[in-house]
């Protein structure tokens, strides 16, 4: 068994519990979050995808994609 938090910001903070090889689409199905257009999926502040396989202790971060000004 792992353990992940998965957060979105602004927003919600989940811990869940997975089991050993799982995903970070399992991770965001066992949170009950999902990644919408305009927001990025990062993995221990790394972009990532949806099947990325997970360790004990990662942070998955789902955020707005911020824009700088030109």
Not at 16 to 42: C, H
Request: aromatic fraction near 2%; glycine fraction near 8%; charge should be negative.
């Amino acid at each position: 068994m792992i353990t992940v938090k998965v957060m979105q910001i602004p927003g919600t903070i989940r811990e869940v519990a997975l089991e050993d090889g799982s995903t970070v689409a399992d991770a965001l199905a066992a949170a009950e979050m999902a990644v919408s257009a305009g927001y990025t999926l990062k993995v221990d502040g790394n972009e990532t995808s949806n099947d990325t396989v997970l360790s004990d202790g990662q942070n998955i971060t789902i955020n707005t994609s911020a824009k700088g000004n030109a």
